[in-house]
């Protein structure tokens, strides 16, 4: 597969894995205040870094490196789901379209704690669909 890079971006501070929906007796759930700003944050520093960008449509691979400054435990995963949310709608149309996902945590960063996002469009043509081999 052959790939096009499309845009990069550094989130300075410690990364925060995406939250779980919360609810209280009586109310609908609601996402935690913490990973709504940790999305914000990730936003803003895309919307900084990439002015007037239009989301892309192709399909994508996406790569994260996540600068942490202690070992306290986190799922990469999450960490990967938070930015992948937060840049629905700006960085692509919607996140389905990531079709590859590369992500790694690198501890002791200390001050340096950030996140590096890297996103690839496939430049090869979409897959076609398997033909009906089926006679009539």
Do not use: W
Not at 29 to 48: H, I, N, S, Y
Request: charged residues 30%; positive net charge; proline residues 7%.
């Amino acid at each position: 597969m052959k790939f096009k890079p499309r845009a990069a971006l550094v989130v300075n501070g410690e990364p925060i894995p995406k939250g779980r929906p919360r609810a209280k007796a009586g109310q609908r759930a609601f996402t935690p205040k913490r990973t709504v700003d940790a999305e914000k944050r990730v936003a803003a520093a895309f919307a900084a870094t990439h002015p007037g960008f239009a989301p892309l449509k192709g399909r994508l691979m996406f790569i994260a490196t996540f600068y942490r400054s202690t070992r306290h435990r986190v799922d990469t995963d999450n960490l990967v789901k938070l930015c992948t949310d937060a840049l629905n709608g700006i960085a692509y149309v919607d996140d389905e379209q990531i079709e590859e996902i590369h992500a790694k945590r690198i501890y002791g960063a200390g001050e340096r704690a950030r996140t590096i996002i890297r996103i690839f469009e496939h430049t090869d043509s979409p897959a076609k669909p398997a033909e009906d081999t089926e006679k009539e």
